[in-house]
């Protein structure tokens, strides 16, 4: 026994005193983290245990630690693991590392690596290869005729979804019957998206005959993947990279998902190209003058560095992925969140109903058959919503309270200093928190937390907020070029619910955010739907 042993021995009381200390301070930092909600910095594992306390509610942790800490703080990782990160909701910041001091952040490797599935599409891409992206997809988005597609898109699939909630209405009170509306939105969301980005092709996930079968394979296939993104921003990335090199888990699904997906986009794409005249690739009449994405992006004149025939198809498959990811994620997110916020605020719902009965339908779609009487139900498209402020108004609302991607990710390329002085050196990864921004009194008010369209409003015009203030689309450089096309969609699908139905929720659920890098709801949102002719 060494000299310290016999130290301990001769004098337990010194023993005695160092288990105290440990303890009472160990206690102090149990109490000191539960009284100011801010995540503790313990020996050795770092603020870890903040983490594996709030597996079930992770956003609104942070949500409660950023409040605490005047809207910024550092994550510390466990010792020597270089897992350090600052979480931030701070609008100032915001703009600051997303507009004033863009080039001083971009999204890195890292980001594009546990994003692979879009390959190096705009979503992912930096620098020199940001820049020519965003150059193309800009200029197909101005495009009148992409414009239209995809509105014509929205509003044609609004048709089926009314149909497909038609024929899932209660029939007898003795035979109720409960729809599980977010599964429906991503039936729905795979369609609109896959149609917008192929044109006449289509998935057919949303369909009366459908419903009762599983979702497409290549449906599965995108939720697979969005599951394993999520794994990956959550464990240290020498796990998630050694399961994809041993092929097991979650890694192994992931990398099967993706090649369903490859597979599909890459079969459109050689379908495309077969079906073009010879010489006409890369010309105006490149997929046949359709408005569809694909189609698109065919007739815009390639890079000149792009030369092989592969490497053309990867750009191609990388744009459908991204905006389809993109796409459909905004729509199954916005949407189911947009009917729980209905279904527990009535007058809201009252509100945009009102509006909506003295706007003229675009469309009718018949009521399902075989119902005892007949009845038609009302589609808008784009152009007669636009009048409708207030709905548009709660749009906004849902997407402040519920951003479909609850945060945003950049790296520092050099050292800094923010805006509030906090330092921030080379390399360091910065994490904005969508969510928690718009839950913040400092920001939004002290009824930040009660949902109100009316915020949005201003002498019956929507009002303009600041997009580092609302960054639920980006702010800066990049800014969602698809903002604009997105509220639109989300309006057409919204309003022919609205109109059509009367949404009930099935008592006893409870309703909670995923922590996800898509905002899903932790069981779904199971409803009642009932005709507003019923009603």
Known sequence: MGALGSLVLSYPELLLALLS???????????????LLAPVRWPVVGMLPFVAGNLGRLLDAATDALRECGCTFTFRGPWLARSDFL???DPAVVRHCLAS????????????????????????????SWARQRHVVASVFASPAFRAHVLSTMARHAERLVAFLDHHVDVEEEEEEEVELEDVFMRFSLD?????????????????????????????????????????????????????????????????????????VYGEINKRMK?????????????????????????????????????????LRDAAVGYMFAAKDLIVAALTWFCYMLCTHPHVEAAILHELRSLPPTATVASATGRTRTSRHAVFDADELRPATYLHAAVLETLRLFPPAPFEEKEALADDVLP??????????????????????????????EFRPE???????????????????????????????????????????????????????????????VLHTKNGLRVRVIRRDEA
């Open 21 to 35: 200390f440990v303890s009472l301070g160990a206690l102090r930092l149990t109490l000191r983290s539960r009284r």
């Open 87 to 89: 979480v931030t909701c």
């Open 101 to 128: 001091s863009f080039h001083n952040y971009d999204k890195g490797r890292g980001f594009a690596e546990m994003f692979d599935v879009v390959g190096d599409g705009l979503l992912v891409a930096d620098a020199a």
């Open 192 to 264: 609109v998206s896959y149609a917008s980005v192929f044109g006449a092709a289509n998935l057919d996930a949303l369909s009366v005959a459908a419903a009762a079968a599983p979702v497409t394979p290549f449906g599965e296939a995108t939720r697979v993947v969005s599951e394993a993104v999520l794994l990956r921003h959550v464990v240290p990335v020498w796990c998630w990279k050694m399961m994809r090199w041993l092929n097991v888990g979650i890694e192994k699904r992931h990398a099967e998902a993706k090649a369903v997906i490859d597979e599909v």
């Open 275 to 315: 079906a073009l005249p010879a010489g006409t690739q890369g010309e105006e009449e490149a997929g046949g003058g359709g408005g569809d994405l694909l189609s698109m992006f065919m007739a815009w004149p390639m890079d000149p560095t792009v030369t092989a025939e592969r490497e053309r198809d990867q750009f």
């Open 420 to 449: 509030n002085g906090t330092r921030v050196a080379k390399g360091t990864p910065v994490v904005f928190c969508i969510y928690a921004m718009g839950r913040m009194e400092g920001i939004w008010g002290d009824d930040c937390l």
């Open 455 to 517: 915020r949005w409003l201003s002498g019956g015009r929507v009002r303009h907020q600041p997009s580092h203030k609302f960054a639920v689309f980006n702010c800066g450089p990049r800014s969602c070029l698809g903002r604009n096309l997105g509220i639109s969609n989300l309006k057409i699908a919204a309003a022919a619910i609205i109109h059509n139905f009367r949404l009930e929720l099935v008592e006893g659920q409870v309703v909670e955010p995923l922590s996800s890098v």
